[in-house]
């Protein structure tokens, strides 16, 4: 599934990581200047896919950008008046363009 490779472009002795995410993603990893611990950090990410753990850090609480702008009017936009009408209106705009959109972390 993955292979680990040396860059021939560089100079460095480094040894990298090439793999697959389960969503076709393609991720390459510098990993360190030894073939087996390439090897090692390889197998453990196909035993995390294999088992359905990879992606466990990355299931996090999606954001909204509802919530997000939401925020912004709250926070950024409290205490002036013509700030705050100016920006609801293009935030406004904003939220109906990507309603239900939620964002990458």
């Known amino acids: 599934m993955g292979k680990p490779f040396q860059r021939k472009d560089r100079n460095d002795k480094d040894w990298y990581i090439s793999y697959y995410e389960p969503g076709g993603k393609r991720v390459k990893r510098r990993v360190g200047?030894?073939?087996?611990?390439?090897?090692?950090?390889?197998?453990?990410?196909?035993?995390?896919?294999?088992?359905?753990?990879?992606?466990?850090?990355?299931?996090?609480?999606?954001?909204?950008?509802?919530?997000?702008?939401?925020?912004?009017?709250?926070?950024?936009?409290?205490?002036?008046k013509s700030y705050r009408s100016f920006h609801s209106i293009h935030v406004r705009k904003l939220k109906e363009v990507f309603k239900g959109k939620s964002l990458r972390v």
């Open 33 to 80: 200047p030894s073939k087996k611990l390439a090897e090692a950090a390889l197998s453990k990410i196909e035993v995390a896919i294999a088992e359905g753990r990879y992606l466990e850090v990355k299931n996090q609480d999606k954001v909204l950008f509802e919530g997000l702008a939401d925020e912004y009017l709250r926070t950024h936009c409290l205490h002036q």
